[in-house]
């Protein structure tokens, strides 16, 4: 389990995340929601100690990782899927996949690439192309099929649908929704109300740096109620 106790990160001056807890078991799939600067992709560079100074306590399967850099964390079980620069834009789409198995040694690259095919077939038809050349939605695809090539225990992902066709939406979903099914724990910042709704089991609402509440997705019928809720109108 992924738990953060009181954290607070700072940019400069700047005091982004106000006392920020929240739990994130294996094998779960967890919402992050609320408008644009709010501070949710803060939460997840902070949870990877990645850019903020932080306070507070991170820890990950009962070990205290605050202190640790982020290699540590990411040798743990835990990863990130940026929102930008995403990929390796002068390196193929099969190198940005392989990359992904560098820290176990290179040994499951084979493995991570059907994977990833079966995930995204477009992938496996440009599989020599300079990922640079992508669509902004293969790009997305092909960020969050690398991070899932290091058999991560828990990954974070920040704006997967940003941009997106519905059908590339529903792709993404359903590649996140096969990794909880495989025990994998799923943190998620989106905006897309379709996406949240088949990933995840239950949402966290942010405003201005803290959590103002916990809900089921199931309480929301609509993307307007779960906007309301992060308004403070419902």
């Given at each position: 389990m992924?738990?953060?106790?009181?954290?607070?990160?700072y940019?400069?001056?700047?005091?982004?995340?106000?006392?920020?807890?929240?739990?994130?078991?294996?094998?779960a799939g967890?919402g992050?929601?609320?408008?644009?600067?709010?501070?949710k992709?803060?939460?997840?560079?902070?949870?990877?100690?990645?850019?903020?100074?932080t306070?507070?306590t991170?820890?990950?399967?009962?070990?205290d990782?605050?202190?640790?850099k982020t290699?540590v964390?990411?040798r743990k079980?835990?990863?990130?899927?940026?929102?930008?620069?995403?990929?390796?834009?002068?390196?193929s789409v099969?190198e940005?996949?392989?990359?992904?198995?560098?820290?176990?040694g290179?040994?499951?690259?084979?493995q991570?690439?059907?994977?990833?095919?079966?995930?995204?077939?477009?992938?496996?038809?440009?599989?020599?192309?300079?990922?640079?050349t992508?669509s902004?939605?293969?790009?997305?695809?092909?960020?969050?099929?690398?991070?899932l090539?290091?058999?991560p225990?828990?990954?974070?992902?920040?704006?997967?649908?940003?941009?997106?066709?519905?059908?590339?939406?529903?792709?993404?979903?359903q590649?996140?929704?096969?990794?909880?099914?495989?025990?994998?724990?799923?943190?998620?910042?989106?905006?897309?109300?379709?996406?949240?709704?088949?990933?995840?089991?239950?949402?966290?609402?942010?405003?201005?740096?803290v959590?103002?509440?916990?809900?089921?997705?199931?309480?929301?019928?609509?993307?307007d109620?779960?906007?309301?809720?992060?308004?403070g109108?419902?």
């Amino acid at each position: 389990m992924l738990e953060l106790v009181d954290l607070h990160a700072y940019y400069g001056r700047s005091h982004i995340i106000q006392g920020v807890s929240m739990k994130v078991e294996l094998g779960a799939g967890v919402g992050l929601a609320g408008h644009n600067g709010v501070g949710k992709t803060t939460t997840l560079r902070s949870i990877m100690a990645d850019g903020p100074r932080t306070e507070g306590t991170v820890s990950f399967e009962g070990d205290d990782l605050s202190a640790a850099k982020t290699g540590v964390r990411v040798r743990k079980g835990i990863g990130l899927v940026p929102d930008e620069e995403a990929v390796f834009p002068k390196m193929s789409v099969e190198e940005n996949i392989r990359i992904g198995t560098f820290i176990q040694g290179g040994s499951k690259a084979a493995q991570a690439l059907d994977v990833a095919y079966e995930l995204f077939p477009i992938l496996k038809e440009r599989r020599v192309q300079l990922a640079g050349t992508l669509s902004g939605g293969q790009q997305k695809m092909l960020a969050l099929a690398r991070g899932l090539a290091l058999e991560p225990k828990m990954i974070l992902v920040d704006e997967p649908s940003e941009g997106l066709m519905p059908i590339n939406v529903e792709l993404i979903a359903q590649a996140l929704r096969t990794a909880i099914k495989g025990g994998t724990g799923v943190l998620v910042v989106d905006s897309s109300f379709d996406l949240l709704k088949t990933v995840c089991d239950r949402v966290y609402v942010m405003q201005t740096g803290v959590l103002t509440g916990e809900y089921p997705m199931e309480r929301f019928a609509t993307p307007d109620q779960l906007v309301a809720t992060y308004l403070g109108e419902a």
